[in-house]
């Protein structure tokens, strides 16, 4: 009984990681758009809007990787931030680098850097910068369409700009190919 539970088990893993694998593969590309909930100043890549009384925030970006062995993608990211204080408008570029490794080919752990440009995230001489860290589950629906729920650590790389860090929720929509 042992021996017949301990083979099918081996066997699920293995058509489980052959089908989850195939997205995930050495050569294949990554394109991504996050939402992200959760207020972070400037250098943010994802889709997301943030309103706290007079301050409003909006950002629009997309992320894509290339996996330089199975499970293992090196990512960019771009993105445009923009924020209403209410004494006037102000915009400026983000970007993001970084690695993503699909542990078991559906849990996608992160770490990046990612930063701003423009005039109009200066504090001190000093822009925002933080370490990413990353951690979800990957839900692929068919052989290219993920859905990527999971949690996000922002760890603010100059306190001279913010002191503080940030947690966001995040929802990725990936497409693999």
């Known amino acids: 009984m042992a021996a017949v539970f301990a083979v099918t088990f081996a066997n ?18 990554l394109i991504e758009a996050n939402t992200g909930f959760g207020a972070v100043t400037g250098a943010d890549t994802s889709f997301g809007y943030y ?5 409003k925030r909006m950002s629009l970006g997309a992320e894509g ?6 499970n293992l993608a090196i990512k960019l990211g ?11 408008n102000v915009g400026g570029f983000a970007y993001k680098v970084g690695a993503k490794y699909y ?19 200066k504090v001190a001489d000093e ?13 692929f629906l068919g052989e290219n369409v993920s ?3 999971g949690l996000r650590y922002n760890l603010t790389m100059n306190d001279k700009y913010t002191e503080d860090n940030a947690i966001q929720l995040c929802v990725g929509f990936a497409l693999h190919f």
């Open 103 to 121: 542990i078991m080919g559906n849990i996608p752990v992160q770490v990046d850097y990612s930063g701003a440009s423009g005039d109009a995230y």
């Open 12 to 29: 699920a893993q293995d058509k489980k990681e052959k089908a989850s694998g195939s997205q995930t593969s050495k050569g294949k590309w």
């Open 51 to 55: 309103s706290q009384g007079d301050v």
């Open 127 to 139: 822009t925002p910068s933080y370490l990413g860290l990353q951690a979800g589950y990957a839900v």
């Open 65 to 70: 990787g290339y996996f330089v062995m199975d």
């Open 78 to 88: 771009i993105g445009y931030n923009s924020e209403d204080d209410g004494t006037g």
């Open 147 to 149: 859905i990527e729920p």
